[in-house]
C-alpha cells in the first residue's frame, strides 16, 4: 500500500512546480518506509526465535508427560500383579495338604509384604496411576494461576 503510493509521488514529481519540495518528501517518505520495514523484519525475526523455543520446549514437555505416564501405568501394572501373587497366594496356602509348600507360599508372602514397597521420588511421593492425575491436577492450577495474573 505504502510502497503503491510512494510510486505514484515519484510518478508524480515531475508534473509538480516544487521539484525540490517534492524529491525531499519523497525521500523522507521512502526513509519512513524502509525503517518500518526494517523494525518489521527485526520483530520478525524475535518472533521466529520465540516461537521455535516454544515448540521446542513444548515438545519437550509432552515427552517428559509421556514418559510420566509410562512410567505410571506400569508401576501400576507391576503393584497390581504383586497384589495378584498374594491373593493366589492366599488362596492356594490353605488348599495345600504338604508342610513344606505352605512355608514356602508363606516365605513368599512374607518376602512380598515385607521386601515391596511401591516406588517413591525421595520419600516425596509414590510413583502410581494416581501419579498422573496429580501432575495435571497441579500443572491445570498452575495454568489457571497464570492466565489470572495474565488478564487481570
Do not use: P
Not at 17 to 40: G, P, Q, S
Amino acid at each position: 500500500m505504502f510502497l503503491e503510493a510512494l510510486s505514484e509521488r515519484i510518478g508524480s514529481i515531475e508534473t509538480d512546480r516544487n521539484l525540490d519540495i517534492n524529491y525531499h518528501e519523497t525521500y523522507l517518505m521512502c526513509e519512513k518506509i524502509i525503517d518500518a520495514y526494517n523494525v518489521h523484519t527485526k520483530s520478525f525475526r524475535c518472533l521466529q526465535s520465540t516461537v521455535f523455543t516454544f515448540i521446542m520446549f513444548f515438545s519437550w514437555q509432552i515427552r517428559n508427560v509421556i514418559l510420566q505416564i509410562t512410567l505410571s501405568l506400569e508401576s501400576e501394572r507391576l503393584y497390581i500383579a504383586n497384589d495378584n501373587m498374594i491373593t493366589v497366594c492366599y488362596l492356594n496356602i490353605a488348599s495345600q495338604e504338604e508342610k513344606e509348600q505352605r512355608m514356602c507360599i508363606r516365605k513368599i508372602l512374607r518376602l512380598s509384604k515385607t521386601g515391596f514397597h511401591k516406588f517413591n521420588a525421595c520419600g516425596l511421593f509414590d510413583v502410581d496411576a494416581g501419579l498422573s492425575l496429580q501432575l495435571f491436577s497441579t500443572l491445570t492450577t498452575y495454568i489457571i494461576v497464570l492466565l489470572q495474573f495474565e488478564f487481570l
